[in-house]
């Protein structure tokens, strides 16, 4: 082990500082599917979490526990239903989605659709009744009631957000399998890592995993820092989260 | 303008627990009325109720003559919850929070919180953070958000609760500064001295009913019911 990872090291400082123009566009791409995928997901995802966690109705317990089970969805197997609804005798082929980080993007979203539905729609759902009560009591409509508790517990979204973030940045079943690893094209930092392996270039796909480690420690910390800080100073709370909905 | 409000045979039960077994009440604006009863009475059910966050199970609510449901109670009315909540805003965005839906201005918004910061003895507060209030403190903001809403039924369950004597004597005064005739407010409390001092007119709830309901003195010097007697001598047991 020892032999492989000081020079990854030695050779993951050096891709970085050398301003190898592949591994920042890699990092660049894989930030982008990530990105865009979490976006995506939350288009459809919060509205859903939002009825899941402030409504009540029938069956709804099936519902909550339909997305809890997909958030263990394997990636490969969506990878390859992707795959094939993507190609182009797919039923989605018109939409030449296969090997493009686009494709890979929509992949992600779906990948991380159970996970922000279910952890915002618990948040909002235990969101303290009285909260709501306190909205209404000061003339707040249904609608603005909701959006009052979505900020309310907007640090459990971005929680959720982070973790999704995550689960796309490091994933590679689909990234592999919708985005074929193009060099130059849709390879992402986890498909490098699976090509450089199967290269038998160990210190390299080594010198990509540190990289791709790096930047998940970051933004966690990113996202602790900015906890913290919200905590001490409401100024900043509002300033980065909140421009105006519902309260001040 | 006066204001009415009348409870016609209100009844609301919990499962097995009967809260409000039919309570009827007429209510004129510029009286402060004070509902006593031990713990579990009713009471704050019944300011739910009022305060439109609770359906009854039966009975009619009239505001102005008019037949009201929960969502035009609430219209006109806004409760001080008993257990104070706060939003994680500053103190100046819970109490700008009631007058923002409102379409009250911006500068206007900040002249009238200082007012009623200033009516609590919690002039400078705007800044700090709700949440991380004392309770005595946060009970303050609570009433001053009310406060500043101007609703035609205040409600207020237990206002004083969690203040120190000095701080429950200007939240009397400031509430007493409230009436109007175009206000009614209804209060809780367990602290019979304030009833005395504050009531127009005392509701004593027993078990979810009224047993009694008369003008201070004669509810202290004169209840007709054995129930009320005995409750004034802290004699009930169950
Ligand atoms: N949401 C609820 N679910 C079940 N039971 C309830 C609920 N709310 C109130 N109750 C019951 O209804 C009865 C009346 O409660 P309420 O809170 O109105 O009493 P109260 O007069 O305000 O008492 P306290 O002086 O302790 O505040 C109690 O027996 C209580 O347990
Ligand atoms: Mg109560």
Redesign the pocket.
């Known amino acids: 082990m020892a032999d492989i990872i000081v020079p990854a090291l030695q050779q993951a400082i050096n891709l970085i500082t050398s301003g190898d123009p592949e591994v920042y566009a890699t990092v660049y791409r894989t930030i982008y599917v990530a990105g865009l995928g979490t976006l995506l997901a939350c288009l459809w995802s919060i509205p859903i979490a939002v009825f899941l966690g402030l409504y009540n109705f029938r069956g709804k317990w099936v519902i909550k526990g339909i997305f809890n089970a997909l958030m263990g969805i394997p990636t490969v197997a969506l990878g390859l239903l992707l795959f094939l609804l993507f190609s182009r005798q797919g039923e989605l082929g018109f939409m030449n989605l296969l090997f493009t980080l686009n494709g890979i993007a929509i992949g992600e979203a779906i990948l991380v659709t159970p996970i922000i539905v279910s952890f915002t729609a618990n948040a909002l759902g235990s969101a303290d009744s009285q909260l709501r009560d306190l909205a209404r009591t000061l003339g707040a409509s249904g609608f603005r009631t909701n959006l009052t508790l979505i900020r309310e517990t907007i640090w459990s979204i971005v929680l959720s957000l982070t973790a999704s973030f995550n689960r796309c940045f490091g994933e590679l079943g689909i990234a592999s399998l919708v985005g074929g690893s193009i060099l130059g094209e849709t390879r992402v930092l986890t498909t490098s890592i699976a090509i450089w392996t199967n290269f038998g270039d160990f210190s390299l796909a080594m010198a990509y995993g540190i990289i791709l480690m790096a930047i998940v420690v970051v933004l966690a910390l990113i996202v602790s820092l900015i906890e913290r800080l919200r905590n001490e100073d409401m100024g900043l709370n509002r300033l980065i989260f909140w421009g105006g909905l519902g309260g001040r | 303008m006066s204001v009415r409000l009348q409870l016609t045979d209100i009844k609301k039960t919990?499962?097995a627990?009967t809260?409000?077994n039919s309570v009827s009440l007429d209510m004129m604006g510029g009286k402060i009325i004070v509902?006593l009863?031990?713990?579990?009475?009713?009471?704050?059910?019944?300011?739910?109720i009022l305060a439109g966050l609770e359906d009854p199970d039966s009975g009619t609510i009239q505001f102005n003559n008019q037949t009201t449901d929960a969502k035009s109670i609430r219209r006109v009315s806004t409760l001080v919850f008993?257990k104070s909540v706060m939003f994680s805003l500053s103190v100046y965005g819970n109490l700008a929070y009631g007058l923002k839906i409102r379409g009250v201005p911006e500068g206007e918004i900040s002249k009238r919180i200082a007012e009623a910061l200033e009516a609590v003895r919690l002039s400078g507060f705007e800044k700090r953070r709700a949440k991380k209030l004392s309770g005595g403190e946060q009970q303050r903001v609570a009433l001053a958000r009310a406060f500043l809403l101007n609703s035609n039924v205040l409600l207020l369950?237990?206002p004083t609760a969690n203040l120190d004597p000095n701080s429950a004597a200007i939240i009397e005064k400031a509430i007493l500064a409230k009436k109007s005739s175009s206000r009614i407010i209804i209060m809780?409390t367990?602290n019979l001295n304030q009833a005395r001092r504050m009531a127009d007119e005392i509701v004593h709830?027993h078990n979810?009913e009224i047993v009694e309901a008369s003008a201070p003195e004669d509810f202290f010097e004169n209840p007709k019911s054995e129930v009320t007697r005995k409750f004034i001598n802290g004699e009930l047991d169950f």
């Open positions: 919990y499962r627990v809260a409000l509902l009863g031990a713990n579990g009475a009713g009471k704050s059910t019944l300011m739910r008993q369950d237990e809780a367990h709830i979810g």
